[in-house]
C-alpha cells in the first residue's frame, strides 16, 4: 500500500528556508490523487499548508502563499515543501499526506517530520 | 475561509460510555467534504471518516459520522480505551483553502 515518509533538517535559523521532501512508496505519484503538506505547532492544532497534483498544478494557503513553494519530481516519486523566511513561529511538525481524489479527504499521512526554527 | 469550531474542547467520559463530538462551521459545508480525523499523542492524524458519514477503510462502526449544512457530528458508540485521542473536523470544499477545527481532546474520566 501507499506509504509517505517525511525527510528534511530538524533545524532551521530564523530568516532562513525550511525544505522538505515526502517520498511516495507502494504507489505511483503520477495518480488522480493531490498530494499535500499539513503542518502542526507543538501543542495546537492541524494547518493545511498547499497541494500538488503530478502535473505541477498547486493550491497554497492564502496565509502562507508568499512564502510557500511545493514541487513535485515525478522521476523520484516524491514532492517538497519549500517555506521561506521562516520564524519561531513556523515550527511545528509537518506531515505530507495524500488527498484521496474520490473521497477528497486526506486519507494517507507520513509519520511527520519536527522542526524547529532557532538560531 | 470556512472556519471550523468544534465543541466541546475536552470530554471527559468513561471506556463503554457514547461520545457525541461537535462541528460547526461559519458557512455551509457540503456532506460530501466534511472528515474526521483522529490524532494520538506521537502519531499522525488518521482518517475516521469522509463525506460526512462514509467510514474510511478498517474503521470500527461504533464510530458514525452525519450532519449537514453547518452542524456536523462525530459519534462514538461504546468507547474503547484506544478511543481516548484528539478528534478533528475538516472541510475540503470545492476550493482551498482546507480548514481543520481546533480539536476535541477525548479523554478517560
Known amino acids: 500500500q501507499v506509504q509517505l515518509q517525511e525527510s528534511g533538517p530538524g533545524l532551521v535559523k530564523p530568516s532562513g528556508t525550511l525544505s522538505l521532501t515526502c517520498a511516495v512508496s507502494?504507489?505511483?505519484?503520477?495518480?488522480?490523487?493531490?498530494w499535500s503538506w499539513v503542518r502542526q505547532p507543538p501543542g495546537k492544532g492541524l494547518e493545511w499548508i498547499g497541494e500538488?497534483?503530478?502535473?505541477?498544478?498547486?493550491n497554497y494557503n492564502s496565509s502562507l502563499k508568499s512564502r510557500v513553494i511545493i514541487s513535485v519530481d515525478k522521476s523520484k516519486n516524491q514532492f517538497s515543501l519549500k517555506l521561506s523566511s521562516v520564524t519561531a513561529a513556523d515550527t511545528a511538525v509537518y506531515y505530507c499526506a495524500r488527498r484521496n481524489w474520490v473521497s477528497h479527504a486526506f486519507d494517507i499521512w507520513g509519520q511527520g517530520t519536527m522542526v524547529t526554527v532557532s538560531s | 475561509e470556512i472556519v471550523l469550531t468544534q465543541s466541546p474542547g475536552t470530554l471527559s467520559l468513561s471506556p463503554g460510555e457514547r461520545a457525541t463530538l461537535s462541528c460547526r462551521a461559519s458557512?455551509?459545508?457540503?456532506?460530501?467534504?466534511l472528515a474526521w480525523y483522529q490524532q494520538k499523542p506521537g502519531q499522525a492524524p488518521r482518517l475516521l471518516v469522509s463525506g460526512s458519514s462514509i467510514r474510511a477503510t478498517g474503521i470500527p462502526d461504533r464510530f458514525s459520522g452525519s450532519g449537514s449544512g453547518t452542524d456536523f457530528t462525530l459519534t462514538i458508540s461504546r468507547l474503547e480505551p484506544e478511543d481516548f485521542a484528539v478528534y478533528y473536523c475538516q472541510q475540503y470544499g470545492n476550493s482551498p483553502p482546507y480548514t481543520f477545527g481546533q480539536g476535541t481532546k477525548l479523554e478517560i474520566k
Open positions: 458557512q455551509s459545508v457540503s456532506s460530501s467534504y
Open positions: 500538488i497534483y503530478h502535473s505541477g498544478s498547486t
Open positions: 507502494g504507489g505511483s505519484i503520477s495518480t488522480s490523487n493531490w
